[in-house]
């Protein structure tokens, strides 16, 4: 998986890059243990909790990358 998308689970991203947890606890998306994580994507996740689901991808995606 090179590139995190808004469509993929929240612990299909978590899983691949566990780098990508910050991220998500910076949101207050502290659901990673939660069981909506294990079946909503990043999109939803994002919608519920009010933040931009782009804006989360580019800086999931710019954290990936600076590895």
């Known amino acids: 998986m090179d590139k995190v ?5 929240i612990i299909e991203i978590v899983q691949a890059h566990p780098e990508a947890a910050v991220v998500f606890q910076k949101y207050g998306m502290g ?10 994507n ?6 519920v909790h009010g933040f931009d689901a782009d ?13």
Request: glycine content about 8%; overall charge negative; some cysteine.
């Open 31 to 40: 659901c990673l243990g939660c069981a909506a994580a294990r079946f909503e």
């Open 42 to 47: 990043l999109e939803a996740g994002a919608k």
């Open 55 to 67: 804006e989360m991808v580019a800086e999931i995606n710019e954290l990936i990358n600076s590895k």
């Open 5 to 9: 998308t808004k469509e993929m689970g």
